[in-house]
């Protein structure tokens, strides 16, 4: 029995989409619990998104996520951290998610257990691997031991069509307007994430026990 926690951000629902695609492929993992939490969204950018459409229902269809706390992390033996991507790093939203954990990291709780990292970007070069790696370097002071999508599991990121995916995280491309929705490959990789961050999850679990 392992414990995975998806914790992730999304204004336009495009990285929700992968957290459940990551959920699903964790469930598939014998033993495994998941549970799905969103960053709560910052006031000043509810009010100034508000008239949007596109935010607004993107956030309708999250309304009955919980939001995170320090407990989920504790909780988790495994966590798929859903990360877009602000100015090339994560948004602060997430930031500050970690930056309230600070009894979680002071206490190491999160010390030896598994972290895997999804992602989306509005253009093809804008940040997919530095959103992914920077957030990395975060995690490591969590002393989480990070996964990553080899090749091997992940033979689609083998291409040079303008699709998400590299051997440091899942990912999507949003488009510079939001219009590109999660193609199935993406999806897909999503799902062998979760499914690894779960298996790897549980190893370490039994490792430590
Ligand atoms: C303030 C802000 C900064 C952004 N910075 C970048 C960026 O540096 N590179 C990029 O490709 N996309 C950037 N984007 C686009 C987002 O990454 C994109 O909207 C997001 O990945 C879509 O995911 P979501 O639908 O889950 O919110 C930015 C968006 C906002 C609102």
Redesign the pocket.
Known sequence: MSNILIV???????????AQAAADGAREVPGAEVRIVKVPEFKE?YDSMSGQDYYVK?QKAQKDIPEVTNEDLEWADGILW?V??????M?AQMKQVLDSAGSVWSQGKLEGKAAGVF??????????ET?ALTTFVALMHFGMIYVGLPYGENPEQMTTDGIGGSPYAAS?????K?ERQPSQPELTMAGRLGARVAKVAAALKAARS
């Open positions: 992730y951000y999304s204004a336009y629902g495009h990285v929700f989409e992968m950018v993107a859903g877009p991507t602000r100015y090339g790093i948004p992602t989306s970007t509005g253009s093809i070069h804008g940040g997919q959103t999507t491309v949003a488009g510079p939001g």
